[in-house]
């Protein structure tokens, strides 16, 4: 290299960045107007990423893409030590292609993950050092494979229950016993050190098992820091959590000194029309008769991810990204209308309305 490179590295150094709010006013995409922000991401499952014209939208609007399923125990290591990568390598790809990160999802869970692991030679309950050197086989490989091209990842997901204890229910409790959530950290933190390692859950507006958890960890991490970061998922309805309820537990993840992703936000429209107060079982300070009967879900909607968005963008700071679980409402694990696109991929009025909020925020 020639001194002229140096020089000009060194002329953008010392020059003050200003950012480009011109352009951020003009943002016609998520994308785009996120920056500054946070990563703004999406789940797909393979049958979307093998789709050109789906796949299309999602390298639109979103920076960040996670596997549906794709990178699940059971997807990646159907039998032991026999490793499936093509599904993942697939999503991998289009993100390389379209300048988007890959969240990896997820290294232990109880659920997808195949009987064998917790299974000895006679079918039987395989033993603790049994299943600790299939974990360890299976985040070697994953973790080594994913190398450089997967930055971030849920090592352990929903190991806890509502009340904040360890899930004893699940096959990974009932093997690795109260060491589970610190062997899968250590053994994730080993095969690549350079990852920022996650604890993934649900509810987590729910004050006794977030507080439950974020003991658990800050515990865990006195000795050394192995987990970075925290998933808050926002499988949410819309009134259930309160805006209060959801800057409470942005609160406690920054005073845990924990990266915080809302890692698979949905809003579940059906559950909330069934419970006809739409989330208020969870919501006791909302008078039911102040609820307006919902004429346009698409009006509600938006008004209900503009107000989470706008509590996101306030709390950019411990934000790092934000996660739609599924580009539209046809991909979605569940029924009704919770995602940003709707069933024939028209992008809703709730989807401007969060890059309308967007530009209007100063960064
Ligand atoms: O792959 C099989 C296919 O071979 C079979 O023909 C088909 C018929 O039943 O099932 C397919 O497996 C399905 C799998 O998704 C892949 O499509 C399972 O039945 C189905 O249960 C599974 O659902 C996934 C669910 O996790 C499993 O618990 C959802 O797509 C996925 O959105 C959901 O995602 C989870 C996150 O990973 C963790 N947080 C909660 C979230 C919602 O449950």
Known sequence: PKPALQA??????????????????????????????????????????????????AALQFNRVVCENE??????????????????????????????????????????????????ANGGQASKELVMKRLKNHIDTVMKHYKGKIKTWDVVNEAFTDQGNLRTSSPWYRALGNDLIKIAFTLAREADPDAILIYNDYSMPNDPKRQGIIKAIKEINKEKKIIDGIGYQGHWDLNWPSLAQIQKAIDEAREAGLKLYISELDINTDRSKRNSGRGLEANPEIDPSTLQPITDMNVVLRDRYREIFEIFLKNA???????????DDAHSWIRGEPLLYDRNQNPKPALQAIIDLMNKTPK
């Open 317 to 327: 700071d411990v934000i790092e990204a934000v996660t739609v679980w599924g580009l």
């Open 71 to 120: 990178m699940k125990f059971e997807s990646l290591e159907p039998q032991e030590n026999r490793f499936t990568f093509e599904r993942g390598d697939r999503l991998v790809e289009f993100a390389q292609k379209n300048g988007m990160s890959v969240h990896g999802h997820t290294l232990v869970w109880h659920a997808q993950t195949p009987r064998w692991v917790f299974q000895d």
């Open 8 to 57: 000009i590295i060194d002329l953008m150094n010392k020059t003050p960045k200003t950012a480009k709010t011109s352009n951020s006013a003009s943002a016609k995409t998520l994308r785009d107007a996120s920056k500054g922000f946070f990563e703004v991401g999406v789940a797909l499952p393979d049958r979307v990423v093998r789709d050109e014209r789906l796949n299309k939208i």
